[in-house]
């Protein structure tokens, strides 16, 4: 499970049990890490399903996955004197609800985890869930296939407005680069 969340750039957070956390964005953002830890998951399934043949085989048992992803804002600490690190949050506690929900063999998806990757994943609506510790439903996908292996392509949804100030910094900022890469350029020696 280690190397496909770590294949895709995710980081395994802790092994709790007969489970695994694991989070993506966490050192290091990446525009698709919504779609990359939906593609780990599949990984794992896969890789599970390979390994489920052997157990089979040697000793007549397997092993069931369910998987649940979401997205969201989390508070994230590094202990490297402990050897651990800490991800906590809403996001965490509603994945880990997901998981549970999840029939076996099932990779079911949050809402924002969905927004992010509907472009790029088929998905079906669940009936929305009664989520442990939560008052409201939340609204579900279970994943059926990731349609390409091409990264996502985003559009602007919206026109950024009201952000001339940083728009004129923004400029002055690429200008100043391309005024001192021109005179760099020119007074190198050959």
């Given at each position: ?25 966490v ?71 997901l998981e ?63 952000r ?27």
């Amino acid at each position: 499970m280690r190397s496909a969340l770590e294949r895709h750039g995710g980081s395994v957070e802790k092994f709790i049990g007969d489970a695994v956390m694991a989070v993506f964005g966490v050192p290091m953002v990446h525009e698709d890490d919504a779609l990359r830890a939906i593609r780990a998951a599949i990984d794992m399934r896969l890789a599970l399903a390979t390994l489920n043949v052997e157990l089979e085989r040697d000793w007549g048992a397997s092993i069931d996955i369910r998987t649940g992803l979401n997205t969201g804002e989390i508070v994230a600490g590094d202990h490297p004197s402990a050897g651990s690190s800490l991800v906590t949050g809403d996001a965490v506690n509603v994945a880990a609800r997901l998981e549970q929900s999840a029939a076996t063999g099932e990779i079911l998806i949050g809402e924002d985890t969905y927004s992010l990757v509907k472009d790029a994943v088929h998905a079906e609506p669940t009936e929305p869930l009664l989520l442990r510790g939560k008052t409201e439903r939340h609204n579900a996908y279970r994943l059926v296939q990731v349609l390409s292996d091409e990264p996502i392509s985003r559009r602007l949804e919206s026109a950024m407005i009201g952000r001339d100030r940083e728009m004129a910094l923004l400029r002055q900022a690429m200008d100043r680069v391309a005024a001192d890469h021109v005179c760099h350029l020119f007074t190198q020696p050959l």
